[in-house]
């Protein structure tokens, strides 16, 4: 059974900073392409930040310079520092999963129930 589950996430004033964990089971962790999205409330789920088993990345343009992707397959898991948080990055943040290369900002196979960021102004 594949299970994606989030943690770090909490309340943080603006400016500061929190780092996400993925802790990623029942699946070969080191050939799947990782991503991070997020929704806001009364927004559509959209892309943070996406990274490839061949460690290639991509963000959202509201993220780039702020927020760093990244991954251990020795421990699979995913990471995501958040640095210079905005009020505008309070969201559920989820991490996802597929084993496409390819799947860029795409559709996911898998997803973890996410984790709840806020940043207070």
């Known amino acids: 059974q594949v299970q994606l589950l989030e943690s770090g996430g909490g309340l943080v004033q603006a400016g500061g900073s929190l780092r996400l964990s993925c802790a990623v089971s029942g699946i070969t962790f080191s050939i799947l392409t990782m991503a991070w999205f997020r929704q806001a409330p009364g927004k559509e789920r959209e892309f943070v930040a996406a990274?490839?088993?061949?460690?290639?990345?991509d963000y959202s343009d509201s993220v780039k310079g702020r927020f760093t992707i990244s991954r251990d397959n020795g421990k699979n898991t995913l990471y995501l520092q958040m640095n210079s948080l905005k009020p505008e990055d309070t969201a559920v943040y989820y991490c996802a999963a597929d084993h496409h290369s390819d799947v860029g900002r795409g559709e996911y196979s898998y997803w973890g129930q996410g984790t709840q960021v806020t940043v207070s102004s």
């Open positions: 990274i490839t088993w061949r460690l290639g990345t």
